[in-house]
């Protein structure tokens, strides 16, 4: 079964994707932890894409989909600009570093790392896909 | 999000009620950076009512703490759901920061 919702790149639509995962993972018999896991992670790539890679400009467009496979869950991020943003370039941040010198941003990918089996990201002509997985068993 | 303050002689607390995403941690981000904050000697967040944090709400703690040290403020979080620790929990945060179960033992930190 395959859900799909599209929003424009406000910040406040980080909401209406968290209840739109939340929602289709709430008849997945998981427990509390493991779906506020899956949300969190899809609602750190999302708030990348709305405000680094789109600038909050309101006239782009997202489109989050999700999919479950083979006891696994798929979530593709699909945003219509080609992103600046280089998985390649990732590397886990040193957070007592972070606290030293007061750093705000920075710990959301490694979030999403750490939760997830898989980050994949591509750039297909003027489309970037962030697709992310995580095995059910 | 909403957050209530209750003010002591030496306390501040601070209880977080909603969510605390990229679109709500600049409410919380205006709070702790009021210089009066730096005058007290406990920050204690009330997280009972807080459902969800994202990167943007723990940035928001991991900007302000080495302030906080600096001042000698202690940062004391308590009555956290067990989803919103895990986050915490899965950046090594809980050994960065205190995290207890109740107010009483916010208290007695």
């Known amino acids: 079964m395959k859900q799909v919702i599209r929003i424009s790149c406000n910040r406040r639509n980080l909401k209406v994707v968290r209840d739109f995962v939340s929602d289709y993972l709430a008849g997945q018999h998981l427990s509390e932890v493991l779906v506020n896991q899956l949300v969190l992670a899809v609602d750190e790539v999302v708030a990348n894409f709305i405000i680094h890679a789109n600038a909050e400009d309101e006239r782009q467009f997202l489109d989050v989909r999700i999919d479950v496979r083979d006891h696994e869950f798929g979530f593709e991020i699909e945003d219509g600009a080609p992103s600046s943003y280089s998985p390649g370039s990732y590397q886990e941040p040193d957070l007592r570093e972070f606290v030293r010198v007061g750093k705000k941003g920075g710990v959301g990918m490694m979030l999403v790392n750490r939760i997830m089996d898989r980050v994949e990201y591509s750039t297909t002509g003027e489309h970037t896909v962030c697709r992310l997985y995580k095995s059910l068993t | ?109």
């Not at chain 2, 994202?54 to 956290?80: E, P, R």
């Open chain 2, 1 to 109: 999000m909403k957050i209530t303050q209750h003010t002591t002689d030496t306390t501040l607390t601070l209880a977080l009620n909603g969510e605390l995403d990229a679109s709500s941690s600049v409410l919380l981000d205006t709070e702790l950076s009021k210089p009066e904050i730096l005058r007290t000697q406990k920050v204690l967040i009330d997280c009972q009512q807080l459902n969800y944090i994202s990167s943007a709400g723990l940035g928001v703690f991991i900007s302000h703490l080495q302030t906080f040290q600096d001042a000698n403020v202690k940062l004391v979080f308590f009555n956290m759901q067990e989803k919103v620790r895990n986050v915490f929990e899965i950046l090594g945060l809980d050994s960065l920061m205190t995290i207890v179960p109740s107010e009483a033992e916010a208290t007695a930190v």
